[in-house]
């Protein structure tokens, strides 16, 4: 019986020196991460942004007294640490592996659904900010003198992929936030229809991208068809070509979650029969190219800059086309693949994204007589982005 005990004894005493080894490798192995981060932390350049994730990152916030009296210092240091966070996206991915293998159908804020689709969340409908953003474009229209007024408002993904969804998800009707926001702009604008707009397209899962949040060249050219005889264009005179140029967009979806399950095709659209020639002034970069595609985008994380070469706040397409007509466009990225259907029908298009515009809009109205405006943009940015009002 004694030496049964004692067998018990040095065994235990086996395991605790084993459990006392692996403690002191964990750690060893803890403190180790904690100095690599904090000497990535000091050697590595801050970066102002992020491609993967298609948005700005915060940078070291300045310390004052009132900043941290108010708390601010410290909610912006914790955002700055998180951004700046060395290796931050293998750690996003690895973190987004483990939870999907524990069956978590939700990544910071991303959905997964079926067959390798991703979802954005939808931006709540806030009342308040809608009306005000709708009273201001309505004040705007009716100042302007311009004759013909479109607006084009785009229901996301969300909205006709729901077969798509995972089981619990469910969202507010996209469809009835559209009928809203036109119901309170003024009669003489024009809306397009475009909850019905891909009534009878045979394949819809072509019309928006799995692993972004935008809708794809395909579905904009089936909007631009459906929408420009309200923009007096007749687009049966004019061919048009699609040219795939990458077959491996990963986009801000597959980026904000960290799950690279799927892959992208993006194309491009072009005019094939037109004689017409373009080139387009960037009042941000201050260049002229004669092209509204930057195919060296194609190179980096967010190909979907491809268009236009990103977001600017204003850009002057200036045509060959001698008409007198002229084209004022107020936009969000939706609006970047869909702008090169218009250059064989106007003399001059500006395009201005409220996001970054900071120059006085009367400026723009005094330097061309504009005949048309276009309003485009999708249902989350505009129910989420205020900057519109703003300008306007």
Known sequence: MRKHENNDTAVNKRNNKSGLFWNLINVFTFFLIIALCLVGEFTTADKAYSETENRSLEQKP????????????MSRFESYVSDQFPLRNTVVSSKSFIQ??????EQNNVFIGKDGWLFENQTPFDEEKVNKTVSAISKFSKECKIPNQVFMLVPNSTYFLKDKFPSFLTFDSQAEQIKTIYGALPEEMKKADTVKMFDGV??????????????????AKTAFDRVAPELGIDASKTKFEFHTVTNSFCGTLASSSGIY???????????SDCNGQYFVNNADTKT????LFELSKLNQTNKYEVFAGGNFSRLTISTTNINGKNLLIFKDSYANCFIPMLTPYYQNIVVIDARYFTD???HVLSDYKFSDMLILYNVNTFLDDTSIKDIL
């Open 62 to 73: 300045e310390i004052s007294i009132s900043a941290i009296k108010s708390g601010s210092f």
């Open 360 to 362: 006085n809009i009367e």
């Open 100 to 105: 999907r293998s524990l069956g978590e159908t």
């Open 288 to 291: 002229k190219t004669p092209s």
């Open 202 to 219: 045979e394949n819809i899962e072509e019309y928006y991208y799995k692993t972004d949040h935008h809708w794809t060249t395909r579905a």
């Open 261 to 271: 399950a799927a892959a992208d095709k993006i194309e491009i659209c072009i005019p």
